[in-house]
């Protein structure tokens, strides 16, 4: 089933055309990446999917449901702003957020409790907002938008400004999420961040689609054909080999670019049968390349 | 319904818990009654305390008076021991005239001079009283001395037609009058200023009642906006439901406010024995148009404060609203003397006006055309919810806006959105 699904989704302000035509599927239980750079819609799709805003034609649907805003209870959402009530206390306003949310007293208390220690702010609870550090009060926030625990978790930004600890602490916990069966959806313009977390992914520039998929078959659409080799002995023969289209040799090593239509196999028994391989990589393009060569492409 | 009640707690409790709430709850009717207190005890100060003696001139041209006169300010003395008085009686002749007097006025030599005119006893010409006026306390010693010169003309009158003293005493024997209103079943006493200041802290209720909250408000919504916790609360809540719960909350507020200063003023009327300046009737007037009252300005001051991004640029727009809150302040002495004029009658009926200037003039004027009451409900009751809701849209449009302060046109073309 799809957690999120968005069919032709439009909306402008003023003269600026902010998401143009996206349709998404977003299946249950995976991570699902927004990727692209800055103004190209994501938060503005986030915030429609929220019915903070609403589209100006298009139609969303959250499990299945027509109207999003009937879903709202099921969904965790950690805007790109961050920021609570300075004034007040940890706990106050962790309660206030979840009474708003709906949550009972009872529910309520112990899943504070639960939270604050997984985020490692069990000591913080009676402290105000505004007496904690930067990192901190991110972890909160966190905290703020899993505490009614929903099914699917909408993060914009969400690891934006944060040291490499709390990031790894909440790498993990997205993770531990995704694995329990929850959906989550975040935005980023950091690749590597995607790459190691997402399922799925989403690139988007100026307001309209340029890919979306499986993050591992969009990387093998985009696989160059390029295999690095190290080997021990002569591997000058490597040139004439009938499936390799060029080679070059580089830092100790030989790039190979193989003819359209060969398989990086059958390179490999090629070379065992003749040297001694110390290393056999078939060089899949990161995200951030795929990223430069599409929104390039579409440039152009 | 229950997230509304969540929003309206949090917004009662922070409120409530601030220092300026709890100042301006405790300490303004404490200041106030202080200074109530200070200003009577300065007044009766001023009209009875002790001064230091006051030399008086006396230039006699009728030749009629200057008996009674220093007879009158022997028995003055002799009351008021602590305000005496010397009078230093001059005869015409042996004066040097009034412009000597008048210089050794000028100099300080005497605090007054009292010139009797020659026709005092017929009573056709002013006599003067020479002063060089500065304090309010002058205006005592000019009230005294002239009293003084009435008991002594009316001695002199009395003599020159050889009445006996009894019949004297007779005719002056003062003739008391009390101010009876009989509007209501029970009399109305009270002195005249306490009628006066009914309705004056009315409305000073309402207006710090209203203000105060429809403020807290304004602030509440920026403070939202600014710390960017608003999104985090529409990802939970309608725009509808925020708004409402802020509403809610900061009425409760409002409320506590008004009660609490009400009942103040009420163990003071009562303790004066002015308990019937207030009735039931007339709290269910202030009840009614206080909420009206509240429910327009705070809408439309949640709506500025969605539209503006720092309490600075609200500024710009409250303006005019400030000008429609203050105006009732601004005509409320006009109002409480004439309350069926035709100024109290237009204001009554236009919306921003109408609590304030109402129920001034309920307190003016009990008995208020019933029918009129009745219109400047109707005309709250049908312009408060559409006022309401035009506010609703501009503050579900603008609360996610940020940047470029919106002009008035802008706010009034986001009414007209979906």
């Keep these: 089933m799809d957690a999120l699904r968005l069919e032709n989704v439009s909306k402008s302000f003023g003269a600026t055309q902010a998401v143009d035509g996206l349709s998404v599927q977003v299946p249950a239980g995976s991570v699902y990446g927004f990727l692209g750079p800055n103004g190209a819609g994501k938060t503005t799709t986030l915030r429609m999917i929220m019915s903070i805003i609403c589209p100006d034609s298009g139609a969303i649907s959250l499990f299945g449901n027509s109207s999003a805003a009937a879903a709202k209870h099921r969904i965790g959402y950690m805007p790109e702003e961050r920021g609570l009530y300075p004034k007040m206390s940890v706990r106050n306003v962790l309660r206030y957020i979840g009474a708003i949310s709906g949550l009972s007293r009872a529910a309520l208390d112990a899943a504070i409790d639960y939270w604050l220690q997984e985020v490692d702010l069990s000591d913080c609870a009676d402290k105000k907002v505004e007496g904690l550090s930067r990192g901190m009060q991110q972890r909160l926030q966190f905290v703020a938008t899993i505490l009614k625990d929903p099914d699917l978790l909408i993060l914009d930004e969400p690891f934006s400004g944060l040291d490499p600890i709390n990031l790894d602490l909440l790498k993990d916990i997205v993770l531990r999420l995704r694995d329990s069966g929850k959906t989550v959806i975040f935005s980023t313009h950091v690749m590597e961040q995607a790459e190691q977390l997402c399922d799925l992914i989403l690139l988007i520039n100026n307001g309209a689609k340029v890919i979306d998929g499986p993050l591992e078959a969009i990387r093998a659409q985009h696989s160059s054909g390029a295999v690095i080799i190290e080997a021990e002995g002569d591997t000058a023969f490597i040139a004439d080999l009938p499936m390799v289209g060029a080679a070059t040799r580089q830092n100790g090593g030989m790039e190979v670019i193989l003819r359209d239509g060969a398989d990086s196999q059958d390179l490999l028994e090629a070379l065992v049968a003749r040297v001694r391989v110390r290393r056999f990589e078939v060089k899949i393009p990161c995200l951030r390349e795929i990223f430069v060569e599409l929104v390039r492409g579409e440039h152009e | ?418």
Excluded at chain 2, 36 to 48: N, W
Excluded at chain 2, 110 to 129: D, H, I, K, Q, Y
């Design chain 2, 1 to 418: 319904m229950n997230k509304i009640l969540a929003v309206a707690k949090r917004e009662y409790i922070e409120t409530a818990r601030t220092k300026i709430f709890l100042f301006g709850v405790f300490l303004t009717p404490v200041l106030m009654c202080g200074i109530i207190f200070f200003m009577h005890k300065m007044q009766h100060r001023i009209e009875h305390g002790p001064t230091s003696a006051q030399a008086i001139a006396i230039l006699d041209l009728s030749g009629e008076v200057a008996q009674d006169l220093s007879q009158a300010f022997r028995e003055y003395n002799k009351a008021n021991p602590q305000r005496v008085m010397t009078p230093t009686i001059y005869e015409a002749d042996k004066s040097g005239g009034v412009e000597q007097l008048k210089r050794k006025v000028r100099e300080g030599k005497f605090a007054a001079c009292l010139v009797v005119n020659e026709a005092v006893l017929t009573g056709t010409e002013p006599s003067r009283l020479l002063m060089k006026a500065k304090k309010i306390s002058d205006m005592q010693t000019f009230q005294a001395v002239r009293r003084l010169l009435r008991d002594a003309v009316v001695n002199a009158r009395i003599r020159q037609r050889n009445l006996s003293p009894d019949i004297a005493d007779e005719i002056r024997r003062p003739v008391p009058v009390a101010q009876v209103d009989v509007t209501e079943e029970t009399d109305r006493l009270g002195p005249p200023i306490a009628r006066i200041m009914t309705p004056a802290f009315l409305l000073f209720l309402m207006f710090l009642g209203i203000l105060g909250t429809s403020q807290g408000m304004l602030t509440s919504v920026i403070e939202e906006k600014n710390s960017r916790v608003i999104e985090v609360l529409l990802s939970a809540l309608s725009p509808f439901q925020l708004m409402a719960g802020k509403i809610l909350g900061l009425g409760a507020i409002g409320l506590t406010v008004v009660l609490i200063w009400g009942v103040v003023a009420y163990g003071v009327a009562l303790s004066q024995g002015w308990g019937n300046l207030f009735s039931t009737v007339g709290l269910g007037y202030f009840l009614c148009y206080f909420v009206l009252g509240f429910l327009m300005f705070s809408s439309l001051f949640a709506a500025i404060g969605a539209a503006c991004n720092t309490l600075k640029e609200a500024q710009g727009l409250m303006t005019p609203l400030m000008i429609l809150i203050t105006l009732p302040l601004a005509a409320w002495f006009y109002i409480v003397q004439y309350p069926d004029g035709p100024l109290a009658i237009s204001l009554s009926f236009i919306p921003p006006t109408a609590p304030m200037i109402m129920i001034t003039r309920l307190a003016a004027q009990p008995d208020l055309s019933i029918f009129q009451i009745i219109m400047s409900l109707v005309v709250l009751a049908l312009s408060v919810p559409a006022i309401m809701w035009a506010a609703a849209k501009i503050f579900r449009t603008g609360i996610l806006m940020y940047g470029k302060q919106p002009s008035l046109w802008e706010l009034l073309r986001w009414i007209r959105l979906h």
